[in-house]
């Protein structure tokens, strides 16, 4: 079934410690994006990629990185965790930067 | 005062009943409007999607934009304990890059059999 995969689906992380979040499609859509979910702040984008090789900041990039090698794959990394990270993480892709985004469901990451 | 605001909720119904869910936005460059579903610890999912002005049906669900207004609606017919589940209302502008999606909050919706 074609969709978008997140690994891991959760995780318990120790302040300070690396993190990598992964994101694989298969749609071969060319845009793809990270937004994290909190209560009462909605959806935020972190960081996006409009095409393999190029990404950009979104809302709340702090603390985050992201790369974009290839067009099925766009991991997000946190260099650092730090406790105001905690939160529920959501990959998407859409075919281009005006069609409607697809999501996966989300890596919930804790870090203590 | 955020670009897009909607009601959290919680919005309670009982079966079969017509649900009004609304968002009301302050950027008029706004082209393009979404409505997503969210179950409990998954994923958003699309809906409905529009451009522009204007009316879609799509089953049970409408969808109205009203650009004049700042405002849009998601209509549910003959609710079913299944439509329990968080909306989310989306929009974007019309990008040659990048269309990064401004979302509302959600609307908590329970419908009750």
């Known amino acids: 079934i074609a969709g978008i995969t997140q690994a891991p689906t959760s995780q318990i992380l120790a302040a300070g410690r690396r993190m990598t979040l992964r994101c694989t499609q298969d749609?071969?859509?060319?845009?793809m994006y990270w937004y994290r979910q909190d209560l009462g702040l909605g959806l935020r984008l972190i960081h996006y990629?409009?095409?393999?090789?190029?990404?950009g900041k979104g809302e709340v990039p702090d603390g985050y990185s992201v790369s974009r090698a290839n067009t099925d794959d766009f991991p997000l990394t946190l260099a650092s965790a730090v406790p105001s990270q905690t939160s529920v993480y959501f990959c998407?892709?859409?075919?281009?930067?005006?069609?409607?985004?697809?999501f996966g469901d989300g890596t919930r990451l804790s870090i203590l | 005062q955020k670009e897009v605001e909607q009601d959290p909720g919680p919005l309670s119904v009982p079966e079969g009943a017509i649900v009004s869910l609304n968002c009301t936005y302050s950027?008029?460059?706004?082209?393009?409007f979404m409505w997503y579903r969210q179950y409990s610890r998954k994923g958003p999912e699309l809906l409905m999607y529009?451009?522009?002005?204007g009316n879609k049906e799509d089953g049970r669900f409408t969808a109205q934009v009203d650009k004049s207004s700042k405002y849009i609606s998601l209509f549910i017919r003959d609710s079913q304990p299944s439509d329990s589940a968080t909306y989310l209302c989306?929009?974007?502008?019309?990008?040659?890059?990048?269309?990064?999606?401004?979302f509302g909050q959600g609307t908590e919706l329970s419908v009750k059999p």
């Open positions: 998407a892709s859409s075919a281009d930067g005006n069609q409607p985004q697809h």
């Open positions: 749609m071969r859509h060319n845009a």
């Open positions: 990629s409009n095409t393999a090789g190029t990404t």
């Open positions: 950027n008029s460059a706004f082209q393009y």
């Open positions: 529009t451009y522009s002005s």
């Open positions: 989306a929009m974007s502008l019309f990008y040659n890059q990048g269309g990064k999606l401004i």
